[in-house]
T-cell receptor, first 113, second 114 residues
Framework: QKEVEQDPGPLSVPEGAIVSLNCTYSNSAFQYFMWYRQYSRKGPELLMYTYSSGNKEDGRFTAQVDKSSKYISLFIRDSQPSDSATYLCAIPGGGTSYGKLTFGQGTILTVHP | NAGVMQNPRHLVRRRGQEARLRCSPMKGHSHVYWYRQLPEEGLKFMVYLQKENIIDESGMPKERFSAEFPKEGPSILRIQQVVRGDSAAYFC????????????FGQGTRLTVV
């Protein structure tokens, strides 16, 4: 079983839609959960991170963690064409470093006008 | 403050040649991480280095791959005797010597083996 699993999509939605991106993980000891966004031919950039369970909101983005079911989600409200990218969930491991990450496969999102 | 710089951005090598990928971390960052992104796969951790030390190489293939981060100069990921299966995007990330801080990624080097 992979440590982090993510549906690769692709996902295509109309502009203004609410997007739900999801990952599952296997190790109940994980505490930090991250979402990265990667535009085509670019490096990943950190979008949001959450600690333990609960929600975290940043503008149109909401990250949610459900530790009981080992499920993490990223919601995008009022999606825009500029949100078209690959979204990767990630879990840090390896001591106190947030640089050693286990990534999901990534979900390719297209928001069409 | 310039971001993580990787060069070259694109590299073409014939089978059997050597590939050298360079990564200059952000100013003040002494931790470097290398990742590989194969087509249709996610990002996979390869190696974590600090200045002059390899901290974690659990993701490095056992043969042909090596990495270094010297006291002066960029970090280098070296692939000897490249094969077609090495064609991928290689990303470098860096972070400061402070616990629980984000690592920032470079734009990657796209290696094509012909």
């Amino acid at each position: 079983q992979k440590e982090v699993e993510q549906d690769p999509g692709p996902l295509s939605v109309p502009e203004g839609a609410i997007v739900s991106l999801n990952c599952t993980y296997s190790n109940s000891a994980f505490q930090y959960f991250m979402w990265y966004r990667q535009y085509s031919r670019k490096g990943p950039e950190l979008l949001m991170y959450t600690y333990s369970s609960g929600n975290k909101e940043d503008g149109r983005f909401t990250a949610q963690v459900d530790k009981s079911s080992k499920y993490i989600s990223l919601f995008i409200r009022d999606s825009q064409p500029s949100d078209s990218a690959t979204y990767l969930c990630a879990i840090p491991g390896g001591g106190t470093s947030y640089g050693k990450l286990t990534f999901g496969q990534g979900t390719i999102l297209t928001v069409h006008p | 403050n310039a971001g993580v710089m990787q060069n070259p951005r694109h590299l073409v090598r014939r089978r059997g040649q050597e590939a050298r990928l360079r990564c200059s971390p952000m100013k003040g960052h002494s931790h470097v991480y290398w990742y590989r992104q194969l087509p249709e796969e996610g990002l996979k951790f390869m190696v974590y280095l600090q200045k002059e030390n390899i901290i974690d190489e659990s993701g490095m293939p056992k043969e042909r791959f090596s990495a270094e981060f010297p006291k002066e100069g960029p970090s280098i990921l070296r692939i000897q005797q490249v094969v077609r299966g090495d064609s991928a995007a290689y990303f470098c990330a860096s972070s400061p010597p402070v616990p629980d801080t984000e690592a920032f990624f470079g734009q990657g080097t796209r290696l094509t083996v012909v």
